[in-house]
């Protein structure tokens, strides 16, 4: 039986999985998939088109000056760490070859209220990592208390109405992720009975 481009799309959603950022390697997204991911990501359901949400890129340039972020931000928060924890924190703003804060932004509005604006930005989220994925590509959304942190977030540029939800890395996949933990259906849909 041949398979349908339909058929295609289903099994790449079916198949998508988070990839931790030690599982992932060099090479990761060219500047132009990069751009497609983001395209993909605006194709999400946005009621009024509100763009309740933005992206900030870390280019290679940048990323030991967000390891040194991410380490005095551990510092303030765990005065104590050890030397590995500090290790931990650094990593995970260098180790993978593509880095993106993803930040909400809901825009205030009497139509189209806070939490579908939330809706919009996490099916964004969702697109962003489906595309990556369809692409060949591993990624995950990490957020972790970093992102409450009031220094950090200004020295992200991120303004006191906006969140940080998280940290977005993206690469090739180095190795494979432990198996899916299938879930039931039934958990999720239900059928009215009045
Ligand atoms: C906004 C957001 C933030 C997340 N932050 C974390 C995190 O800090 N730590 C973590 O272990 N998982 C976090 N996750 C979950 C992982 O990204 C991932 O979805 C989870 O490990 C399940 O894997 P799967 O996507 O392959 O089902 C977060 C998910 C979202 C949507």
């Not at 992720?177 to 009975?193: A, H, K, N, Q």
Request: net charge positive.
């Amino acid at each position: 039986m041949t398979m349908t481009k339909d058929d295609a799309l289903l099994a790449t959603m079916l198949s998508r999985r988070s990839i931790s950022p030690r599982r992932q390697a060099w090479p990761g997204p060219s500047a132009a998939q990069l751009r497609q991911m983001v395209q993909a990501a605006l194709r999400a359901p946005d009621h009024g088109r509100k763009l309740p949400w933005r992206l900030i890129e870390f280019d290679d340039s940048r990323r030991a000056e967000l390891a040194q972020l991410f380490e005095d931000e551990k510092r303030r928060r765990t005065p104590d760490a050890g030397a590995q924890d500090i290790e931990r924190a650094r990593a995970h703003a260098t180790q993978t070859p593509a880095m993106l804060a993803f930040v909400v932004r809901p825009v205030p509005d009497g139509k189209v209220p806070e939490h579908e604006q939330w809706l919009s930005a996490g099916a964004a989220l969702g697109n962003l990592l489906l595309a990556a994925h369809a692409m060949g590509f591993g990624a995950i959304v990490l957020s972790g208390d970093r992102c409450k942190d009031e220094i950090l977030r200004r020295s992200l540029g991120i303004a006191p109405e906006e969140t940080l939800a998280g940290f977005v890395s993206i690469g090739t996949m180095a190795s494979p992720p432990p198996p899916v933990v299938p879930v039931d259906v039934e958990r999720v849909l239900s059928t009215w009975t009045p």
